[in-house]
């Protein structure tokens, strides 16, 4: 397709540049429904220009996803380790900054002429692509303490900088890094330890948090949502029993698009709950295609793993997908009332900036591997069809084939 002299080429899994399309109609037509209440409650006016920002961060997401994908994917494996430093540093400035101020500025840092984002969301991409690079280039003694080193310090560091203001972000972050190692063929010795250590950490945390909740700004809400999540009181006014509650009344066929009446009991119905308002709007039939395209999204990302020619693409395609599908597994797991409250988004489907525009970039390196696998697999059909047609045309062939 051309544009004047512009020429727009589409590269990569084309199965997934159709599930990233329809999961922007989904969330166009899903944040206009959910948007009123906060318009009232934040901004007052009408939502026709909260709805036209959402549009505008749709487009804007779909073009970083477009030029991301056109460059070469180990470029980024280039970067890994500066644009660690780099997330120390934005973790660390951000910690500092929220200690002085409320508790959201613990998790946002404020650009000039740029506004607001969470250092957290491009933290994930980076730390992601630094283990594939490592898991990449230590294959042959992948099964040494120094290899495992260079991988569990790193993590550890930076789950523990976002883990005092983001606690489901920081154990979302570790798992899937704990799930590369253990796909890269981390030594199991080391694996199993340190999820021991991990889960008897958490517990631990719990325990010293429901005695002394103020230990951290966060403390008394992690609590709170765990204890919530526990007691299963259904006839509490809670924010998981009023998604639930919207999914209840949703029914097969949903009360249709802008019908929904539990987004004005939802704090977070455009972003955190956007999940119980597409089954309210769309029923258990919407429910069942947002939930299959995510897993097709992940099919397609092991698929486009498998094809890449080197460790490097393999690694980095399987952490990426796995982010994006693990994240909103654990959204919709929290409006069904699966898991207590965590805070996360619906990729490309919840409102928001940052976590859209980031999950943008992880799904366009993603694309890039595949286009680079495009590319070897019709260059390595090239030769082969080259050597077939110089076979058939030499003589001496035609003359073995007559004898």
């Known amino acids: 397709m051309q544009a004047g002299r512009f020429k727009i080429k589409i590269q990569g899994d084309k199965v997934i540049w159709m599930v990233f399309l329809l999961l922007m109609i989904i969330s166009a037509m899903e944040v206009y429904s959910t948007i009123g209440k906060t318009v009232y409650e934040r901004q007052g ?5 909260m709805f036209a920002k959402h549009i505008f961060i749709l ?3 779909t073009c970083v996803l477009y030029a991301v994908h056109h460059i070469k994917y180990t470029y980024f494996s280039r970067f890994a380790k500066i644009g660690l430093i780099i997330s120390f540093i934005l973790l660390t400035l951000t910690l500092i900054l929220g200690s002085f101020g409320d508790k959201a500025a613990a998790r946002w ?3 000039p ?5 969470q250092p957290s969301e491009i933290v994930k991409i980076i730390l992601i692509i630094y283990v594939a690079r490592i898991l990449a280039l230590n294959q042959e003694k ?8 260079k991988l569990i310090i ?6 523990l900088l976002i883990f005092p203001e983001n606690f489901s972000t920081a154990t979302l972050l570790f798992l899937i890094c704990y799930f590369m190692m253990f796909i890269g063929r981390v030594n199991n010795k080391f694996l199993i330890s340190i999820l021991i250590i991990g889960i008897i950490g958490l517990i631990s945390i719990y325990f010293v948090l429901k005695s002394n909740p103020d230990l951290l700004s966060r403390g008394g809400t992690w609590v709170n949502r765990i204890e919530e999540f526990l007691s299963d009181d259904k006839t509490a006014i809670t924010q998981s029993n009023q998604a639930e509650m919207a999914i209840a009344t949703g029914g097969v066929f949903g009360k249709f698009l802008g019908h929904t009446t539990q987004a004005r009991f939802l704090s977070e119905s455009h972003n955190d709950f956007i999940f119980a308002i597409i089954v309210e709007e769309g029923g258990l039939i919407l429910g069942i295609v947002v939930i299959a ?3 097709i999204l992940l099919f397609r990302g092991i698929q486009v793993a498998r094809r890449s020619k080197g460790y490097f693409g393999t690694f980095c395609s399987i952490g990426l997908i796995i982010m994006i599908v693990f994240q909103a597994m654990i959204n919709m797991c929290v409006a069904t009332g699966l898991l207590p409250v965590t805070g996360q988004t619906l990729p490309f489907i919840s409102y928001g900036g940052t976590s859209f525009l980031f999950s943008c970039i992880a799904l366009g390196i993603v694309l890039s591997i595949s286009a680079s696998a495009n590319k070897e697999q019709a260059k390595e059909k090239l030769e082969k069809d080259i050597v077939e047609e110089e076979v058939s045309e030499d003589p001496s062939h035609e003359n073995n084939n007559v004898e």
């Open 45 to 49: 006016g009408s939502p026709i220009t």
């Open 59 to 61: 487009l804007l997401g």
């Open 109 to 111: 840092l404020t650009i």
């Open 113 to 117: 002429l740029i506004g607001q984002f």
């Open 142 to 149: 992948i099964k040494s303490t120094e290899v495992f080193q």
């Open 154 to 159: 790193p993590i550890v560091l930076i789950c």
């Open 293 to 295: 395209l995510y897993l």
